[in-house]
């Protein structure tokens, strides 16, 4: 029961980190139909803000704020410099330029980084401490990560279902052309998808550096391809999805790291792969797939 | 030439006229680079392994319009295979203990190791077309990612047959100029035949649109499974050509970085024909192989203060694709393959012959 409680608080922590990359991912996707592969630099760059403004002596918990912070208006302005001038060329453009776009962060960070690859950052007492729950050690960081996930998700539903922004996003993933007829300004549509998913990915930067004590130029690639994993997986342009299938994610990777005997735990990532595939088979347009268009049909 | 059209279709024969222009080009690059110092010589080598690599590349994500960033994977395979064949017996024990008896005991020539690492590659891209290409759109080019994960994976865990993320050494040096030659030959034959084919012209009416395509009676996931299974061949041989290059691989080999060079490539270059895959290769490699002695030196500019240039080739590759983007986005081949290209301009350039007379205006008409 114990071991079973403390993989649950396991598998909820780290599922919720894919939940938060995702569901900024499927925000972008929803509305301009674009796969950002920058994404991961917005969490890598939020883990440079946060181990920047620690170093220069900004208590954590603001630091952590800015860093989201920061990560919103990074993606703001990558979409404003990069993706807008190829907005409406079609996905393939879409997605190559982002592809570059983020290899391009990756690569002038490490070029600046070349002398110190990783930075250390400093993180408070206690959020590297464990707390007893109901007789059990659990890491306070595991705890703030569910409860900061939660969080995040009850805002990001308020806000898309009470703000007028909010219901013109829901509105402009369903039709885009539509709303602008109704005199809603694309750009202004645009740009707070952007901001909205930079500022998850800055949370999920904080969670993922507090977790890991450092951070390099490298630091979001993999989570973020987990995410769009979690993202396929859940069905893609579908929000509710993309948090199901980054929380299945998280709780599938914990489930075999806990039961694979150990020559097959070096495996495990392709098992997942493999699970999730199968999954796909099943359900080629994901769990939570969005009413299928005619281009699902082929 | 009517009779002789009936035996080879004008299809086939505008393929292998377009392949043999490139297959000169090739040859080109190979004797000039072959007359050069050991470093050009490594280089020109290399750019050979790319066009095979790329050129497998294009076969699928150029004809289907479907961006693939899993086709190293297939690379891997290959590279392995073959390495581990061609490795002699005495080498292996011991050394890769995870090997099936029959695997340990093999010693073949380069070739036939290739044939075989082609062969197992192939059904393994089959296995996993069943279940990758029933993806779609955005979530197909995600596939492919997961698919290299899930290489990278095994590749790293597997290390009773792929000595893990140490990497698989003392692979026999059997990548010559002229192998590398004949290999890049081959894949740009293969594409250009495959383009050219039914099959081919099928698929890229389905790049365009799927569902148009479809409805004209086009099997769509038909032509892909096609493309994919010619695609992951072409790409296992790249692999192989590889491994005997550099005597040593590792799961790195076939990751994120250099699929982003073999993306970088596809785009520059232009990926909706095999003249853009091998003009991409020829560019990216040069550019490559020009800007990666300059990471060795430091930079001290004003506040710039950097002891070492690492990344300075990514940084130089991503303006290169973010450049095609802006202003070349079909890439620098564009839309027509080189012979096409070379056809139109000849015509262009021919003074024009005026209309025949067709309709006249009844003024014109004489009276009978």
């Known amino acids: 029961m114990n071991e079973f409680f403390q993989q649950s608080v396991n598998a909820l922590s780290l599922g919720s980190t894919y939940a938060l990359l995702a569901l900024g991912l499927a925000i972008v996707f929803s509305i301009l139909g674009m796969i950002n592969f920058a994404h991961s630099e917005l969490l890598t760059l939020g883990g440079y803000a946060l181990w920047g403004l620690t170093a220069a002596g900004v208590p954590f918990l603001f630091a952590a704020l800015g860093a989201i912070v920061a990560a919103g208006l990074i993606a703001v302005l990558m979409e404003r410099i990069a993706f807008r001038p190829f907005r409406g060329s079609g996905p393939v453009t879409l997605l190559i330029t982002s592809f570059a776009v983020g290899f391009l962060i990756q690569s002038?960070?490490?070029?600046?980084?070349?002398?110190?690859?990783?930075?250390?950052?400093?993180?408070?007492?206690?959020?590297?401490?464990?707390?007893?729950?109901?007789?059990?050690?659990?890491?306070?960081?595991?705890?703030?990560?569910m409860a900061v996930t939660a969080a995040c998700l009850a805002a990001v539903v308020l806000f898309l279902k009470r703000t007028l922004l909010g219901v013109a996003m829901r509105a402009a993933a369903d039709d885009f052309d539509v709303v602008r007829l109704m005199g809603v300004r694309a750009d202004r549509v645009v740009a707070a998808a952007f901001a909205l998913s930079g500022a998850l990915a800055g949370v999920a930067a904080v969670l993922a550096v507090?977790?890991?004590?450092?951070?390099?130029?490298?630091?979001?690639?993999?989570?973020?391809?987990?995410?769009?994993?979690?993202?396929?997986?859940?069905?893609?342009?579908?929000?509710?999805?993309?948090?199901?299938?980054?929380?299945?994610?998280?709780?599938?990777?914990v489930l075999l790291q806990a039961t694979l005997p150990d020559a097959w735990l070096p495996y495990r990532d392709a098992l997942v792969l493999t699970l999730v595939v199968i999954v796909l088979l099943a359900r080629p347009s994901g769990l939570l797939a969005r009413r299928s268009t005619a281009e699902a049909a082929i | 030439m009517g009779a002789f059209t009936k035996l080879v279709p004008v299809w086939l024969l505008r393929a292998l006229a377009g392949a043999a222009l490139l297959a000169l080009l090739l040859a080109l690059v190979a004797l000039v680079g072959g007359g050069g110092s050991s470093s050009l010589q490594d280089a020109t080598v290399l750019l050979l392994i790319n066009v095979v690599l790329v050129t497998g590349l294009q076969v699928f994500t150029g004809n289907s319009g479907i961006v693939s960033f899993g086709h190293l994977a297939f690379a891997g395979v290959g590279a392995y295979l073959a390495a581990i064949l061609t490795l002699e017996p005495v080498l292996k024990a011991g050394y890769i203990d995870g090997l099936p008896t029959f695997l340990a005991d093999?010693?073949?020539?380069?070739?036939?190791?290739?044939?075989?690492?082609?062969?197992?590659?192939?059904?393994?891209?089959?296995?996993?077309?069943?279940?990758?290409l029933r993806l779609d759109g955005g979530a197909a080019v995600i596939g492919t990612l997961a698919l290299l994960l899930?290489?990278?994976?095994?590749?790293?865990?597997?290390?009773?047959?792929?000595?893990?993320?140490?990497?698989?050494?003392t692979i026999p040096r059997e990548t010559t100029i002229g192998v590398a030659l004949i290999g890049a030959i081959g894949a740009v034959v293969v594409a250009r035949i495959f383009r050219e084919s039914a099959v081919g012209l099928r698929l890229r009416a389905s790049s365009g649109d799927a569902l148009a395509a479809g409805s004209i009676g086009v099997d769509v996931r038909a032509a892909r499974r096609w493309a994919w299974l010619l695609s992951a061949a072409i790409c296992a041989v790249g692999g192989a050509l590889?491994?005997?290059?550099?005597?040593?691989?590792?799961?790195?080999?076939?990751?994120?970085?250099?699929?982003?060079?073999?993306?970088?490539?596809?785009?520059?270059?232009?990926?909706?024909?095999?003249?853009?895959?091998?003009?991409?290769?020829?560019?990216?490699?040069?550019?490559?192989?020009?800007?990666?002695?300059?990471?060795?030196?430091?930079?001290?500019?004003?506040?710039?203060?950097?002891?070492?240039?690492?990344?300075?080739?990514?940084?130089?590759?991503?303006?290169?694709?973010?450049?095609?983007?802006?202003?070349?986005?079909?890439?620098?081949?564009?839309?027509?393959?080189?012979?096409?290209?070379?056809?139109?301009?000849v015509r262009d350039h021919r003074p024009r012959t005026p209309d025949p007379p067709s309709l006249r205006t009844p003024s014109e008409i004489p009276d009978v």
């Open chain 1, 108 to 145: 002038l960070l490490s070029l600046s980084a070349s002398e110190e690859p990783a930075h250390a950052v400093a993180i408070p007492d206690w959020l590297s401490s464990t707390v007893n729950l109901f007789g059990l050690n659990v890491p306070a960081l595991q705890l703030v990560t």
């Open chain 1, 210 to 253: 507090a977790q890991a004590g450092s951070v390099d130029p490298t630091t979001g690639v993999s989570p973020t391809i987990k995410a769009f994993i979690a993202v396929v997986l859940g069905g893609l342009g579908s929000l509710g999805g993309a948090v199901a299938g980054g929380l299945l994610l998280g709780a599938l990777e």
């Open chain 2, 242 to 345: 590889l491994a005997h290059r550099q005597t040593v691989v590792a799961p790195s080999n076939f990751y994120l970085q250099p699929t982003f060079l073999l993306v970088a490539m596809l785009i520059v270059g232009g990926m909706r024909t095999v003249s853009g895959a091998v003009v991409g290769a020829a560019v990216v490699t040069a550019i490559q192989q020009g800007v990666l002695p300059l990471e060795d030196h430091a930079l001290h500019l004003g506040p710039l203060d950097l002891d070492r240039l690492t990344g300075l080739t990514q940084v130089v590759l991503v303006l290169a694709i973010l450049l095609a983007m802006a202003w070349r986005r079909r890439g620098l081949a564009g839309d027509h393959e080189l012979d096409e290209a070379l056809v139109r301009a």
């Open chain 2, 150 to 169: 899930a290489a990278n994976t095994v590749f790293s865990a597997a290390s009773g047959i792929t000595r893990g993320a140490g990497g698989l050494a």
């Open chain 2, 106 to 132: 093999a010693h073949l020539d380069l070739w036939p190791a290739i044939a075989v690492a082609v062969a197992f590659t192939v059904l393994v891209a089959l296995v996993l077309s069943f279940a990758l």
